[in-house]
Nanobody, 121 residues
Framework: QVQLVESGGGLVQAGGSLRLSCVASGRIMTIDPMSWYRQAPGKQRELVATCNDGGTTNYVDSVKGRFTISRDNAKNMVYLQMNSLKPEDTGRYYC???????????????WGQGVLVTVSE
């Protein structure tokens, strides 16, 4: 099994920045894509950004130009640099990855426990 552990959440004022990190550990043959989701209070979880192992990225419209996702494939890590934060960015941010442990096994999903990001006015 693969575990994902996030770090870097916290409280920040509007206009500020935070950088989230996520490291994957366990038996990993391939891990792709790696993504960040978030869930605001009372709302459904949404995909924020995703990055494949080739470096192709995609973002939800609301964060384009403000957030940057990146990966360190050698370390099985994914990052989310969040700039110009807004109160509506508040929520719990989850790391997600699809992985394979062996060539004969199916792809499986892994989720982190999430980190809380709070953006004050």
């Amino acid at each position: 099994q693969v575990q994902l552990v996030e770090s870097g959440g916290g409280l920040v004022q509007a206009g500020g920045s935070l950088r989230l990190s996520c490291v994957a550990s366990g038996r990993i043959m391939t891990i792709d894509p790696m993504s960040w989701y978030r869930q605001a209070p009372g709302k459904q979880r949404e995909l924020v950004a995703t990055c494949n192992d080739g470096g192709t990225t995609n973002y939800v419209d609301s964060v384009k130009g403000r957030f940057t996702i990146s990966r360190d494939n050698a370390k099985n890590m994914v990052y989310l640099q969040m700039n110009s934060l807004k109160p509506e960015d508040t929520g719990r941010y989850y790391c997600y990855a699809k992985y394979r442990s062996n060539w004969w096994s199916s792809s499986l999903d892994a989720w982190g426990q999430g980190v809380l990001v709070t953006v004050s006015e």
